[in-house]
């Protein structure tokens, strides 16, 4: 199996990066180019950029944004964020991503998924589920979390599957933001449900948060905001803590 | 300079950045007479396989391509890149290669816990020395997307293996053809060092 991934998670809103601190030898924290470039160094094995915009010409200005992240990024990156065609997708890929991620279109239109798989390949085509628990089970969400599906998550997760999805980002809703770990029961059945590597994401706080998605929790790769954006770990430190507890990792 | 092959496919703007940042200069084309003035030439790839020959062919690009393998000039694919210089592939169908090495590309073979693709990164091994993969140790990760690999006729060909359910064949160097797997231009450090390497022939 490749190594598990860690995966530095960017919010990107008019083309600057959402939450961030400034960290030494950095001109500009907000900007997402050098940004990208300071991850790569640190030793991410991804990155996934999330566009928040509202604007018009958000479309044009995430193509431009991943065709200069690819100038001074030389790690694989997954752009995502209101994409609802494959055209769309097509420039986002064309300008040097390599994978794009998409959540309520691909939910309100499965066949998205499909037709973007057979476009450009299972590899490119990332499908983001938010999840919330409910009762026994967890709920998929739409439109960054305010709309409830009533259709439970590993349900879901085996339908993107079929329809060519390569990989699922999974958020817990209950989890992202708190910094208190991990849904690693929401990860790991959605893990042992699907054959497709599953990014967990929503959560991370301590490097045991991450260790347990990456063991217990079945993910293959872990995504990480706040706690590397804000310098509470270095992807460095996780890394080297993780291999020393026997993950395999770049 | 480095003329990297243009037949519409998607990583080819990274793998020419990538170079840039090395400080090699590049050249992007289809057109077949460039291609046959190349000092150094890259196949990039990323897709089907019989799609990416369909669009060498109709662009005219199979004869250019073989024939710069042919006068001993560096040629490296990339990828799909690396497939295509094989004979042929069982990807979706039996399709053709470009023929300059021997043997043919295969998809993975199911396991329980084997993910298909192969996504992420994973270890070299080096079973001998070569031009491209000069500098590098045992044990250095690459980034990998691939559900086919190459077997090649000739082991001897082999210049870097990976493991995923099985041993693969990631690179591979014959003289002044070769190849890579895995993508180089997204292996952070020691995928640059790969293209510097090839710049640098």
Same mark, same amino acid.
């Given at each position: 199996?490749?190594?598990?991934?860690?995966?530095?998670?960017?919010?990107?809103?008019?083309?600057?990066?959402?939450?961030?601190?400034?960290?030494?030898?950095?001109?500009?924290?907000?900007?997402?180019?050098?940004?990208?470039?300071?991850?790569?160094?640190?030793?991410?094995?991804?990155?996934?950029?999330?566009?928040?915009?509202?604007?018009?010409?958000?479309?044009?200005?995430?193509?431009?944004?991943?065709?200069?992240?690819?100038?001074?990024?030389?790690?694989?990156?997954?752009?995502?964020?209101?994409?609802?065609?494959?055209?769309?997708?097509?420039?986002?890929?064309?300008?040097?991503?390599?994978?794009?991620?998409?959540?309520?279109?691909?939910?309100?239109?499965?066949?998205?998924?499909?037709?973007?798989?057979?476009?450009?390949?299972?590899?490119?085509?990332?499908?983001?589920?938010?999840?919330?628990?409910?009762?026994?089970?967890?709920?998929?969400?739409?439109?960054?979390?305010?709309?409830?599906?009533?259709?439970?998550?590993?349900?879901?997760?085996?339908?993107?599957?079929?329809?060519?999805?390569?990989?699922?980002?999974?958020?817990?809703?209950?989890?992202?933001?708190?910094?208190?770990?991990?849904?690693?029961?929401?990860?790991?059945?959605?893990?042992?449900?699907?054959?497709?590597?599953?990014?967990?994401?929503?959560?991370?706080?301590?490097?045991?948060?991450?260790?347990?998605?990456?063991?217990?929790?079945?993910?293959?790769?872990?995504?990480?905001?706040?706690?590397?954006?804000?310098?509470?770990?270095?992807?460095?430190?996780?890394?080297?803590?993780?291999?020393?507890?026997?993950?395999?990792?770049? | 300079?480095?003329?990297?092959?243009?037949?519409?496919?998607?990583?080819?703007?990274?793998?020419?950045?990538?170079?840039?940042?090395?400080?090699?200069?590049?050249?992007?084309? +289809? *057109?077949?007479?460039?291609?046959?003035?190349?000092?150094?030439?890259?196949?990039? $790839? %990323?897709?089907? @396989?019989?799609? /990416?020959?369909?669009?060498?062919?109709?662009?005219?690009?199979?004869?250019?391509?073989?024939?710069?393998?042919?006068?001993?000039?560096?040629?490296?694919?990339?990828?799909?890149?690396?497939?295509?210089?094989?004979?042929? +592939? *069982?990807?979706?169908?039996?399709?053709?290669?470009?023929?300059?090495?021997?043997? $043919? %590309?295969?998809? @993975?073979?199911? /396991?329980?816990?084997?993910?298909?693709?192969?996504?992420?990164?994973?270890?070299?091994?080096?079973?001998?020395?070569?031009?491209?993969?000069?500098?590098?140790?045992?044990?250095?990760?690459?980034?990998?997307?691939?559900?086919?690999?190459?077997?090649?006729?000739?082991?001897?060909?082999?210049?870097?293996?990976?493991?995923?359910?099985?041993?693969?064949? /990631?690179?591979?160097?014959?003289?002044?053809?070769?190849?890579?797997?895995?993508?180089?231009?997204?292996?952070?450090?020691?995928?640059?060092?790969?293209?510097?390497?090839?710049?640098?022939?």
């Amino acid at each position: 199996m490749p190594a598990k991934r860690i995966i530095p998670a960017l919010d990107i809103k008019d083309g600057r990066v959402v939450k961030c601190v400034q960290f030494e030898n950095m001109r500009d924290a907000g900007d997402p180019v050098e940004r990208a470039a300071f991850y790569d160094q640190a030793g991410a094995d991804e990155l996934v950029f999330l566009d928040i915009s509202a604007s018009h010409e958000r479309r044009d200005i995430i193509a431009e944004l991943a065709a200069k992240v690819c100038e001074e990024a030389f790690i694989p990156f997954t752009v995502g964020g209101g994409l609802k065609t494959t055209d769309e997708m097509a420039s986002i890929l064309a300008a040097g991503a390599d994978k794009v991620f998409i959540n309520t279109s691909a939910f309100q239109t499965p066949d998205l998924i499909a037709q973007g798989a057979e476009r450009f390949g299972v590899q490119c085509m990332v499908v983001a589920i938010d999840a919330k628990k409910r009762g026994d089970d967890w709920e998929v969400f739409l439109h960054g979390g305010r709309t409830p599906t009533g259709k439970g998550a590993i349900e879901w997760a085996r339908e993107a599957e079929a329809k060519g999805a390569g990989e699922i980002l999974l958020t817990s809703m209950d989890g992202d933001g708190t910094q208190a770990g991990y849904d690693l029961e929401l990860t790991r059945a959605v893990a042992e449900a699907v054959s497709i590597p599953i990014i967990a994401s929503g959560g991370a706080g301590t490097i045991d948060h991450i260790y347990d998605a990456l063991t217990y929790g079945k993910a293959e790769a872990a995504l990480v905001a706040s706690v590397v954006h804000y310098g509470l770990l270095s992807i460095g430190e996780i890394k080297s803590e993780l291999k020393s507890r026997g993950v395999e990792v770049r | 300079m480095i003329t990297i092959l243009d037949y519409s496919v998607n990583n080819l703007r990274s793998v020419q950045k990538a170079f840039e940042h090395l400080g090699h200069q590049t050249q992007v084309t +289809s *057109d077949a007479d460039e291609i046959a003035r190349a000092e150094k030439l890259v196949l990039p $790839g %990323v897709g089907a @396989f019989g799609e /990416a020959m369909r669009n060498l062919e109709a662009k005219g690009l199979i004869d250019p391509v073989v024939a710069h393998a042919q006068s001993g000039k560096p040629l490296m694919g990339v990828c799909l890149g690396m497939q295509l210089l094989f004979d042929w +592939s *069982d990807e979706l169908g039996v399709y053709s290669g470009l023929g300059i090495l021997g043997g $043919g %590309v295969h998809r @993975f073979t199911d /396991a329980p816990d084997l993910k298909i693709p192969h996504i992420g990164w994973s270890g070299l091994t080096f079973p001998r020395e070569s031009k491209l993969y000069h500098g590098l140790e045992n044990g250095e990760m690459t980034y990998f997307v691939h559900s086919y690999h190459v077997q090649p006729e000739d082991p001897s060909i082999v210049a870097a293996t990976a493991h995923h359910g099985q041993t693969f064949v /990631a690179g591979v160097e014959r003289e002044n053809v070769m190849g890579a797997q895995f993508h180089p231009e997204k292996s952070s450090a020691v995928g640059l060092r790969i293209l510097d390497n090839f710049g640098k022939l």
